[in-house]
Each structure stands twice: as structure tokens, then as C-alpha cells.
């Protein structure tokens, strides 16, 4: 390798601060051991890197060419230093924390500037997942924190799963779909004659679950929560929406809610996460969600 970290920092050196006098100060090293680095690297890779023509040491375009690309792998290798540091002191390099799409994403913004504040390094993904996707995001490794999951935990132990919040649902349907003139409550065999629009499980390994869905239904199946309100607005399907995402609607009167004589989905959530993660990240977000207000944010919308 004719490129090295050590030569890069010097030639930054020497460009910011206009001289190899300047640049060895800097550095704390002597001057010839500059003009020797600087030397070795233009023999090597057969180019003249600095213009010394004139009272201060300019880059020629050879040069320019090399510190651009050269200063991002400065800044890449100082990064990595920094992450191998912070594993070192028990700060993970990245938290990846799953959330169940009846939980928007800018929900949880202001915990993470709290977070940001603690100044870990530690990066942050967030990925929405649904249904089982989100219990698959855990058991898979994509996730090392689940919020809102909901429904069994998945077989053979290894998860610690604490109490998020309700979510309430309502049945909705357009005011010109048949449901919408029909006696309350609905009867299951009324529901069962109209397509329903569900969005799709994002599960990879563990089976797909659905809720709210009748054996034999027509469904229409549709990436997000977005869509399947605005499908169920656009009088394509019946199906239950969280109170949150249809109240506005309602209000406006592009959306009844109708009574149904069977049981409403579940809308208990929770939050899990495998109980052998020792993260101090994880470990932080973990002692947040035991404030009751905390964990109300995320539901609040």
C-alpha cells in the first residue's frame, strides 16, 4: 500500500495551515520528517502533490484530487476509532429500535434528542414494521429494540416485554359504502360480504398474522397505514383503523364509524427486547420507557 492514513494527515496538515514549518508545529514533529514523508509518497505514486514554487505550499491538481478523497478517509478512519472506543466503554456502534407502524416515527424524535444530548455517538435506525414484522425484527437481529408489538411472543424464551400503551380502534367505512347504511351493530356474515382493507405483515420468518380479518373476506392489501386509510376513505374497503389515524376524518364526515357485534381488535402494545442485550444505548432507552409519560408520548397522536 503507496497510500497511507499517516501521509494523508500530513498533506492535510500542510495545505490548512499553508507550510511544512506550520504543519510540523502542528503535528509535533520535525520539518524534514514532513518533506521525507511528502518526498516518499510522490516517488511512490509518481506525481508532484504540492506546488512549492511560490511562498506557500499549494496543492497542484493531482494533489487536490488526492486530499478530497483523502480527507474522507481521515474523517471514515477517525469515526472508526471513535466507534471501537465506544464498544470498548459499552456505547453499541448502532441502535436499531423496530417500531409497529401504529407508532409514527416522529413520535419518538423528541426521546431521541434526549438521547442525542448524552453525546454516546451511538447511531440510530428506526425501521416501521407490521404486525409480526415486529416480533420478527427482534428474533431476526434487524432490531435491538421492539416498540409496539403486539400479540404472542415468539417460542423459546430470551425476551424481556414490558407494557407500552392502548391503542383503541374504531370500524370505519366511507359514507357511500353499503356498510355505511346498515343497521348497527354489523353482524359478522354483513362484513364478511365486503372487501376489507388490510396492510400487509412485514414478518420474514415467523408466519404472518392478521387482525381484524373474517375467513373467506376479500381483502385488499396495501403497504401502510396511510394507504389503508385512504383506501377505506375512498369507499374500497371496510376494515378497523386506530382512533388516531381516522378522528380527523370522521370529524369531517369522510368516514363512519359503525358498531360490530363481534369484539374489536386488541390494542394493547408493547415493547421488548432480548434480555441478553447489555447495551448502554439500549440500557438507555430502556430506563426512559419506565416513565408512564414517556411511554404516553409514543401513543399520543
Known sequence: MKLT?????????I??????????????????????????????????????????????PAG???????????????ELECRVKRVATGWETELRIALDIMIPAAQLFPLIAAFYAEESGTRIRLAHEVLAGTWDALVSGRAELALGVSGEAPAGGGYAIRMLGYKDFVFAVAPGHPLAKQPEPL?????????AVAIGDSSRNLPPRSIGLLTGQDVLTVPDLESKVAAQ?????????????????????????????EVTPVGNLYYAWRSQEKGKALRWFLKRLEQQDVRASLLRY
Open 233 to 261: 376513505t375512498a369507499g374500497l374497503g371496510c376494515g378497523y383503523l386506530p382512533t388516531h389515524a381516522a378522528a380527523a376524518l370522521i370529524k369531517a364526515r369522510r368516514l363512519v364509524v359503525k358498531a360490530v357485534e
Open 15 to 60: 495545505e490548512r495551515l499553508g507550510s511544512f514549518a506550520a504543519a510540523a508545529a502542528e503535528l509535533h514533529r520535525v520539518p524534514s520528517a514532513l518533506t521525507y514523508t511528502v518526498q516518499k509518497l510522490e516517488q511512490d505514486l509518481d506525481v508532484a502533490l504540492f506546488d512549492r514554487s511560490g511562498h506557500r505550499a499549494r496543492l497542484t
Open 187 to 195: 353482524k359478522r356474515a354483513q362484513i364478511l360480504a365486503h372487501r
Open 5 to 13: 492514513l499517516d501521509a494523508l494527515q500530513v498533506m492535510d496538515a
Open 64 to 78: 487536490s484530487e488526492l486530499m478530497q478523497e483523502g480527507r474522507a478517509l481521515l474523517r471514515a478512519a477517525g
